[in-house]
């Protein structure tokens, strides 16, 4: 489904990110960590069409990113680290935005528009301006609003900052229950416990490059290595 072949990016004499490819195939739910300054948030942004890459290829569910970034649009959804809402609308008044953005029919949208607000406890807080949320509620609005698209691919850039952990918990079921039907995750985040609890493979990067990719157990087999996945973190990233 996402298909990454010698992409590399430049800032000046800095090499962000240094040649690296790698395939997640369809319904899986895969986590790329790295420490501070790696290359993952710049790597989620280049997949996601919002940086330019210096060299290399991607593709998502066949097609070309530069060939036609706008098809590509159609089909995934982006929840970035710390996401940008219009505050002076409500939360109804949001997603019904996000719903004319995307043409949801209206026979479709409503029902499921109401459906998330329960889900997510925005019920109580429709009639709110985004801006008086609270970040924990902040964050789950994007969620709806993404899960609303129904993409084929969700990019998601730690996803656990600042949530309690109901939320947390609320936030890892629904992305499993994506993946079980059949949408591709591609996710970052600096917690590793959750990261070997919920992904099917890893991708570890380091100074831009790949240091390690697969399952956590064929990482482990791969490294000689028998500890947690913080242990082999830690080793990998030194």
């Known amino acids: 489904m996402i298909e990454v072949e010698d992409l590399v990016k430049d800032y000046g004499a800095v090499k962000a990110v240094q040649g690296i490819t790698f395939t997640v195939p369809k319904g ?15 790597t989620i942004k280049m997949l996601c069409g919002l940086l330019r890459p210096t060299h290399g290829t991607i593709r998502v569910a066949g097609i070309d990113l530069r060939e036609d970034p706008r098809a590509i649009r159609q ?4 929840i970035p680290d710390m996401p940008y809402l219009y505050d ?39 009639n709110s301006l985004v801006r008086d949320l609270s970040h924990g509620l902040r ?21 656990f900052v600042g949530l309690d952990p109901h939320s947390i918990r609320l936030i890892q079921d629904l992305l499993k229950q994506q993946t079980a039907r059949g949408v591709t995750i591609f996710l970052t985040t600096h917690i590793l416990a959750l990261a070997e609890s919920m992904a099917d493979r890893i991708g570890i990067i380091a100074k831009g490059q790949i240091a390690a990719f697969g399952t956590l157990a064929e990482i482990r087999a791969q490294r000689d290595h028998a500890g947690s996945l913080e242990d082999l973190f830690l080793s990998l990233t030194a």
Do not use: W
């Open 88 to 126: 002076l609308l409500t939360v109804v008044e949001f997603l019904d935005f996000t719903g004319e953005l995307y043409r949801i029919p209206r026979d479709r949208f409503r029902p499921e528009r109401d459906r998330y607000l329960d889900l997510f406890g925005l019920h109580d807080h429709r």
């Open 139 to 159: 964050q789950r609005l994007v969620y709806a609003s993404t899960l609303l698209q129904e993409p084929d691919v969700m990019f998601v850039d730690e996803p």
């Open 28 to 42: 899986e739910l895969f986590c790329f960590l790295g420490p501070n300054g790696a290359g993952k948030t710049t």
């Open 75 to 78: 089909i995934t959804g982006y």
